[in-house]
């Protein structure tokens, strides 16, 4: 299990909590005060982590990088998805997901070759020559801007074990209960300002202000323009 999972009760189950994702990384920054000016690296998973990182980087003195993750999708969706492909090739499929859904052997190839392709993409126009940082022993504050069915950072967490790093922390705005369960044992820590259960999530729930972001946008925000 997670060493501890970190919320903000005032917050539980309230929708429109932040303004917009630079303040939810204001409210984490605060939550993960006792990171500040250490060696830990903040990594944003794009697009939408990206803001909320840079915030929690910015507030607390550290780097900041990117670590790409893209859902594999429902082939009839485009937010929806059963698995997700990460920065360093792996994938994770999530088998229930393709069970429940019917999901046939050519779509989880097509639906996983178009995942790949993104990340391959993103990974070319949000990093360029830079190399990937060495993150052996580490410890990392991964962010995205909320989890719902949480196949991307599952996927993130398995990639970043495998390099070896230190202590994983995950940082989200909000995130559904469920989610919280099925990260937790994975990480060593997960903070998340709001949780919230019932039938029905949407990560731009807890946001009054909620669009998506291009990649020129995102690539800015990493690179401090």
């Not at 997700?84 to 019917?102: C, K, M, N, Y």
């Not at 779509?107 to 052996?136: C, D, H, M, Y």
């Not at 937790?184 to 202000?209: K, M, Q, S, T």
Request: charged share 25%; proline share 4%.
């Amino acid at each position: 299990m997670a060493k501890a999972v970190r919320s903000l009760p005032e917050l539980a189950d309230k929708v429109q909590v932040f303004r917009d994702r630079t303040h939810a990384g204001a409210v984490l920054a605060r939550m993960l005060d006792d990171y500040r000016d250490s060696a830990a690296v903040v990594l944003a998973i794009p697009s939408g982590g990206v803001p909320v990182a840079a915030e929690i980087a910015r507030r607390l003195a550290l780097e900041l990088d990117v670590a790409v993750v893209s859902k594999i999708l429902l082939p009839w969706t485009t937010e929806a998805g059963f698995g997700a492909v990460a920065f360093d090739g792996s994938q994770w499929i999530d088998e229930d997901a393709v069970r429940i859904h019917a999901i046939e052997p050519d779509q989880i190839e097509r639906q996983t070759k178009e995942a790949r392709t993104k990340v391959e993409r993103r990974l070319k126009r949000l990093r360029g020559s830079r190399p990937p940082l060495n993150l052996a022993g580490r410890t990392v504050i991964l962010v995205d801007d909320g989890i719902a069915a949480g196949s991307t950072m599952r996927a993130a967490i398995a990639a970043l074990r495998k390099q070896g790093v230190g202590e994983i922390a995950v940082a989200v705005p909000t995130a559904h209960d469920r989610s919280v369960a099925l990260v937790a044992p994975l990480a060593d820590l997960v903070v998340c300002a709001n949780i919230r259960g019932g039938f029905r999530f949407a990560v731009a729930d807890a946001y009054e202000e909620w669009r998506d972001l291009s990649e020129d946008e995102v690539a800015a925000l990493l690179h401090g323009n």
